[in-house]
């Protein structure tokens, strides 16, 4: 029913930018939060940033904070993560995931995920 697919993971310079685009289906979103994790070999699941589908009302973790803007495009059901001043530790796979409520920062809470997209960054 629900389906997530991620895309626009690459390889960029630090210093460089990504946009990373979720394209969600299969359900009206209304009530639902979307949100950006990511995950890097050996290091647990973190988050990264969260949208209310509805209102529009985001947070960022501090690591990303200033950097990395989440938005979301309801006429297109379309989830974007605008990744900008990248560093080498930003490297990781990028996952988008929904859940029907409000935003967390629990990976457990989320039970829509898509299958992630590889982002690397060089120094």
């Known amino acids: 029913q629900v389906q997530l697919v991620e895309s626009g993971g690459g390889l960029v310079q630090a210093g460089g930018s990504l946009r990373l685009s979720c394209a969600a289906s299969?359900?009206?979103?209304?009530?639902?939060?979307m949100t950006w994790f990511r995950q890097a070999p050996g290091k647990e699941r973190e988050f990264v940033s969260a949208i209310s589908w509805s209102g529009g009302s985001t947070y960022y973790a501090d690591s990303v904070k200033g950097r990395f803007t989440i938005s979301r495009d309801r006429a297109k059901n379309m989830v974007y993560l605008q990744m900008n001043s990248l560093k080498p530790e930003d490297t990781a796979v990028y996952y988008c995931a929904a859940r029907y409520g409000g935003i967390t920062t629990y990976a457990s809470s989320y039970d829509y995920w898509g299958q992630g997209t590889q982002v690397t960054v060089s120094s």
């Open positions: 299969g359900r009206t979103f209304s009530s639902y939060t």
